[in-house]
């Protein structure tokens, strides 16, 4: 099982494409990408979950790990999802008032600013 | 009944091989499938929990998944030897409104319609999950 991470910057948002599961064995890849990111300097990230086809638990811990860490900045984190059964996950678990949810990539970076 | 045991050892690379097991054990079973993405849930959060508890303890100690279909529900039973959990309170988990055993349990108890969790006086710890149909 991999989980595919591509970021890319534009103007000033770090944007994170997962690909995959995130699970107890993936998560650990994600937070990693995640803090290297704010460690560079990015502080206002958008982690775009439309490719993803699971997320748990641990995955919802390294998102509110990353948030802790780029308002720590005084920046922002915003998701990307538009899946049923992805945006379920956060609201059962109350996030959905914790993260900036969008439909697009561009609606968050243009939120965001 | 038809009944299906799995045993993988308590490291995290093998949550996914029960997920796609019983993922197809309930498609067997006419599951629709977003009862199928729920169980998908239900189970990984309660292997995880075995898993974390596991590779802090006792890495590789095994974890016992029994699936049962009876007439009318699906009943799925995950055992480890980890007795209660003891998750590390890194910075991930120190939130306490939504640490990530907080989430777990609202998802194990949202995703299925029955749950339980017991630790027996030998330190098995059941996790059952129960599935209408």
Redesign the interface.
């Known amino acids: 099982?991999e989980l595919g991470l591509d970021v890319r910057k534009v103007d000033s948002h770090a944007i994170v494409d997962v690909k995959g599961?995130i699970?107890?064995?993936t998560a650990p890849k994600l937070?990693e990408k995640l803090i290297e990111l704010v460690s560079e300097g990015s502080y206002d990230v958008i982690v775009n979950l439309e490719g993803v086809d699971?997320l748990?638990?641990?995955g919802?811990?390294?998102l509110?790990?990353a948030l802790?860490r780029v308002k720590a900045h005084d920046g922002s984190l915003a998701l990307v999802c538009t899946q049923d059964?992805i945006l379920k996950?956060f609201k059962?678990?109350?996030?959905t008032k914790?993260f900036p949810i969008h439909d697009t990539v561009e609606a968050a970076s243009g939120a965001a600013t | 009944m038809p009944s299906v045991e799995l045993q993988i050892p308590a490291l995290s690379p093998y949550v996914g091989v029960v997920r796609l097991a019983l993922a197809a054990l309930a498609r067997g079973a006419g599951l629709d499938e977003e009862k199928v993405d729920d169980l998908k849930i239900a189970v990984s959060e309660a292997c995880s929990r075995a898993v974390l508890a596991g590779e802090a303890e006792d890495p590789g100690s095994p974890v016992s998944v029994t699936w049962t279909d009876e007439a009318d529900r699906i009943v799925i039973e995950i055992a480890d030897r980890s007795g209660e959990p003891s998750e590390p309170t890194g910075s991930d988990n120190s939130l306490s409104f939504s640490s990530r055993a907080v989430m777990s349990e609202a998802l194990l108890r949202s995703l299925v319609d029955g749950y339980e969790s017991t630790t027996a006086p030998d330190g098995t710890r059941t996790t059952r999950l129960l599935i209408n149909r």
Not at chain 1, 92 to 95: A, F, N, Q, R, V
């Open positions: 099982m599961e699970d107890v064995y937070r699971f748990d638990s641990t919802l811990g390294v509110v790990g802790k059964k996950i059962i678990t109350g996030l914790v």
